[in-house]
Structures are given as structure tokens and as C-alpha cells.
């Protein structure tokens, strides 16, 4: 199953209300285990922990206010698993917890998880068809079965079609519920482009207050931001010897904005083309600025020393997430490029490969 977008969730009756109305949750692990549980909320899609509880012959009671129905999860303290998720709402909830199996979970008094139940169920089964399909590959491999791998790939991948189709007819029939734009973010959010995100805003209009929603519209305000033809967002950010660097200081030339991370696979794989066009045209009015999203400053600078990376590079990370100028581009993956002409309007983004060489070369050749 995809890890979850872990973000925050608004209304499915209660969002036209604005009032804070209370909820209490009665819940039971099971078997029951001793110590104390944690009720998580979240902060711009990172989880953050509102509340513990003790555990007393495994029973707990969390109370509070809710304006809107939320996204919740629940750990054992000193346990990094999340043993459910859930929607909260201004309601009475009896939750019945199996830390062991998500599925086994029972929520009773919210209507948000209700709908919620109806889509992970699918889930469930689609993922246990997928394990199948592993299984039967795995065995077929095994043997040389060129034609029975074949016929799973192909299994596969009208499972994964299905499954897509599945999350959109889902999204259409709860269109007034939080939590069919949750479902959006999980499944579609991340490659839609700025005309995609418009659509959706008008299908979520009638829940255009929920926080899932809002994410939507500021990650379409980004990418307008950040479009052909636009006017490239300036910024500043600190180098390795912690030296200013601006964006703006660089007018005058082509500049690419290459957001990139040592442990990113594909930037890795990626690098030697840059480094190539780097050489090429680094004396004809070409510049790079390096917007590193390393968790690990140390694997940063280690980086750009034994890859010769020698163009500016900045770090771009607020703590474990990806900093304020990566949202500003609307970075939500990386490889992530942004080629800019000498006035600092954007020119066209993710150019990699021999795309980049290819314009490059009609720019400055």
C-alpha cells in the first residue's frame, strides 16, 4: 500500500459550522498491553503528537475539540509504528485497535470514517491480489515461465489500471466529503499539473474549506507561480561555508535550478549529464544553482566534494522536510529542474537527458 500523504483533514458535515464542538474516543488495544498511547494530528502533512493517554488493562480516553472532522493516528509509546488511522469527528468514537492488523481495526460514531472504511477496504483486497501476484511471479521466475511471467505483468499492471480507476470513481461519487480529496492527495496529487488541480478545485468546491482542499489550491498557486513564462520566484539560501546565494544575483544568464539529494537515485544517475552540460557552457552564459533536499547536511557537502560539483549550491531543509523555497516551486519530487532565461523567466522545467543538451545548445550554441 502507499505510504500514506500524512496531512491534516477538514469536513465532511460540520465545515460551514466554524464553531469547536468536542469529541471523546473510548478505545481498546487488543490483546491489551500496558503503558501509554499517543494521538497524533498533523502539521502541513508531517505528524505531530497532540495527546497521551495511559493504558489500563488496555483501554484508553482521549478527549477534545474538533471544528472539523481530522485524520488521526494512533502509536504505543516508544513504539514508531502507527497501529491505525482514523477520522475524528464531534462525536462519541468507540475504536477497537489490533496493532498487528490495520484491517482488523474497527471505528464506530464517525461518519468521515465510514466513508473512509468503504475505500481501504478495496484497498485491502487489491493489495492481497498483489501479494498473490508476487507470490506467482516469484515461482514463475523460479521455473523460466517466460510466458506465465508475461501473463502476471500483464495481470499486474490492468490491476494497477483498475485499482486508479477505482480511487477516481470513488473520488466522483464522495465529491462532498474530505475525504475523497484525501484519497486525491494519495493517489493523484503528486503528478497532476496546474490544469488537473484547477479541475479538481471546482469538483471540491462544496468542501473548499477542508485543509485537503487547500493543499490542493496552494500547490496549483505554486505551480502558476512556477510556469512557463512566469517570472522565477527569487530567493536566498545560505552554501556549504554558510555564504548567501540569491537567485536574482545570477540575471544576465541561462540558469538552471536543479533540486536534487545525494541519496535521490535518479539525480544521482542524472549528475554526469549536468556535469557535461555544466563544462560545455559555464563560459557562454550558462549557470546552475544546486537546491539540495538532504536530510544529512554532512551527506550534502560530502556530495559535492567527491562529485565535483562545483556550481553554487544551497540547502534547502527545515528540519527533516524540504524547506520553503522547494514549496515555493512546487517541488514534490526530485528530480525536480528549472531552466530560466537572463531576465529569470521560466523557460520550460524538468529538462533532463538529451532534452537538456537540446536546449542548451539552441540557447547558447
Known amino acids: 500500500m502507499k505510504k500514506f500523504l500524512l496531512i491534516a483533514v477538514t469536513a465532511l458535515m460540520l ?6 464542538t468536542s469529541f471523546k474516543i473510548n478505545g481498546e488495544v487488543v490483546p ?15 505528524p505531530v503528537a497532540l495527546d497521551t493517554a495511559e493504558l489500563v488493562d488496555g483501554k484508553f480516553t482521549f478527549t477534545g475539540d474538533v471544528e472539523t472532522p481530522e485524520l488521526n493516528l494512533l502509536s504505543i509509546k516508544g513504539d514508531k509504528r502507527y497501529i491505525t488511522q482514523f477520522f475524528v469527528e464531534a462525536n462519541t468514537i468507540d475504536l477497537t485497535v489490533y496493532p498487528d492488523s490495520f484491517e482488523a481495526n474497527v471505528v464506530l460514531g464517525s461518519k468521515s470514517n465510514d466513508i473512509f472504511e468503504i475505500y481501504m477496504q478495496e484497498m485491502f483486497k487489491s493489495n492481497k491480489a498483489e501479494n498473490e501476484l508476487k507470490q506467482n511471479f516469484s515461482i514463475a521466475q523460479s521455473k523460466g515461465d517466460e510466458d506465465e511471467l508475461e501473463a502476471i505483468k500483464f495481470e499486474y499492471e490492468t490491476m494497477v489500471e483498475n485499482t486508479k480507476l477505482y480511487a477516481k470513481n470513488f ?6 466529503s474530505p475525504v475523497a480529496a484525501y484519497i486525491y492527495l494519495m493517489n493523484f496529487f503528486q503528478q497532476a499539473e496546474i490544469e488537473e488541480l484547477d479541475s479538481m478545485l471546482i469538483v471540491f468546491d462544496d468542501i473548499k ?5 487547500g493543499v490542493i489550491a496552494e500547490r496549483a498557486d505554486a505551480l502558476r507561480a512556477s510556469s512557463n513564462g512566469a517570472m522565477a520566484p527569487d530567493f536566498t539560501l545560505n552554501d556549504a561555508d554558510g555564504n548567501p546565494i540569491s537567485l536574482s544575483s545570477f540575471k544576465g544568464k541561462y540558469v538552471l535550478v536543479d533540486f536534487w539529494a545525494s541519496w535521490c537515485q535518479p539525480c544521482m544517475l542524472e549528475l554526469p549529464n549536468v556535469i557535461a552540460q555544466y563544462n560545455t557552457y559555464k563560459d557562454k552564459g550558462f549557470e546552475i544553482i544546486g537546491v539540495s533536499l538532504d536530510r544529512d547536511r554532512k551527506a550534502w557537502v560530502n556530495t559535492l566534494k567527491a562529485k565535483n560539483m562545483n556550481w553554487p549550491n544551497v540547502w534547502d531543509m527545515e528540519g527533516e522536510q524540504p524547506g520553503a523555497v522547494a514549496a515555493l516551486y512546487g517541488v514534490t519530487g526530485i528530480p525536480h529542474t528549472v531552466l530560466l532565461d537572463k531576465e529569470g523567466k521560466i523557460i520550460e522545467k524538468n529538462l533532463r537527458g538529451p532534452a537538456l543538451q537540446a536546449k542548451l545548445s539552441e540557447l547558447l550554441d
Open 15 to 20: 465545515w460551514a459550522c466554524g464553531k469547536k
Open 32 to 46: 491489551a498491553t500496558e503503558g501509554a498511547i499517543v494521538l497524533f494530528g498533523f502539521d502541513k502533512g508531517n
Open 171 to 176: 473520488i466522483g461519487e464522495y465529491s462532498e
Open 209 to 213: 474549506a477542508s485543509e485537503f482542499v
